[in-house]
């Protein structure tokens, strides 16, 4: 039984492709966050959309 699987990110990944491709992204969102939108928006919105975004890709990406 193969755990890869196609997703939405049109590439075959394993869970831990999905997690890592997870944790890249939430790391990149709250960096543009920071630097761009902190002032107008606290960061735990940006923790919160990182975390769906992380969640998302790990089941469907």
């Given at each position: ?25 939430f790391v990149a ?33």
């Open positions: 039984m193969s755990s890869r699987k196609p997703g939405f990110l049109r590439m075959e990944t394993n869970l831990f492709d999905r997690v890592f491709i997870g944790v890249v992204l969102i709250h960096l543009i966050w920071m630097r761009f939108i902190e002032l107008y928006v606290p960061l735990s919105v940006a923790t919160a959309l990182s975390i769906v975004v992380m969640l998302a890709i790990i089941r469907w990406g």
